[in-house]
Antibody, heavy 119, light 108 residues
Framework: QVQLQESGPGLVKPSETLSLTCNVS????????YTWIRQTAGKGLEWIGR???????YYNPSLKSRVTMSEDVSKNQFFLRLNSVTAADSAIYYC?????????????WGQGILVTVSS | EIVMTQSPATLSVSPGERATFSCRAS??????LAWYQQKPGQAPRLLIY???SRATGVPARFSGSGSGTEFTLSISNLQSEDFAVYYC??????????FGPGTKVDLK
């Protein structure tokens, strides 16, 4: 059974870079699309982007100038970097494995990590 | 970007009753529509995809319908574990995939 676990700092200063790691167990990250989603009380669920190893990476146009997704296949991990953060980037961040269909359907979720942007 | 709306924001239901709530897309998404359930402190769970197909392990009391811009999720014989927030999501036109604001099903 696949499991995903987010990790990273829970507090980031304004204007700095938010960096998160998703550790995947129970399956290789080579075989599926993976997605980052965040959730706030104000904006609800927001799709950040998705990627597949050796494939195209897709970003939300609203975040594209600030976000980078990457992976380390050898460690079965993938990463999120969000630059120049503000308080509006405070959210619960989820890493997700998409369904095998290839569509952006979010089948397996991590537990989420709360990130607060504050000085 | 396709904007998703949901109604009502909150639905109060008694156990054993049927709950029905709606999702609307700002333009046609065909049947590229999914529903998720989220309980407090948990990540969302995929319930329905393709507007009407249940995901693995989802009880038959959950049913989805609709196409184009209008969709419905129904829960028959509501159980205590069904009290949660339900989100719709379109995956017809992406990026970005977009979610509705949610309908909270609570105890009447």
């Amino acid at each position: 059974q696949v499991q995903l676990q987010e990790s990273g700092p829970g507090l980031v200063k304004p204007s700095e870079t938010l960096s998160l790691t998703c550790n995947v167990s129970g399956g290789s990250i080579r075989d599926f699309y993976y997605t980052w989603i965040r959730q706030t009380a104000g904006k609800g669920l927001e799709w950040i982007g998705r990627f597949r190893t050796s494939g195209t990476t897709y970003y939300n146009p609203s975040l594209k100038s600030r976000v980078t997704m990457s992976e380390d296949v050898s460690k079965n991990q993938f990463f999120l970097r969000l630059n120049s953060v503000t308080a509006a980037d405070s959210a619960i961040y989820y890493c997700v494995r998409d369904s095998a269909s290839g569509w952006p359907l979010f089948e397996h979720w991590g537990q989420g990590i709360l990130v607060t942007v504050s000085s | 970007e396709i904007v998703m709306t949901q109604s009502p924001a909150t639905l109060s239901v008694s156990p054993g009753e049927r709950a029905t709530f709606s999702c609307r897309a700002s333009q046609s998404v065909s049947t590229n529509l999914a529903w998720y359930q989220q309980k407090p402190g948990q990540a969302p769970r995929l319930l329905i995809y393709g507007a009407s197909s249940r995901a693995t392990g989802v009880p038959a009391r959950f049913s989805g319908s609709g196409s184009g811009t209008e969709f419905t999720l129904s829960i028959s014989n509501l159980q205590s574990e069904d009290f949660a927030v339900y989100y719709c999501q379109q995956y017809k036109d992406w990026p970005p995939a977009t979610f509705g604001p949610g309908t909270k099903v609570d105890l009447k």
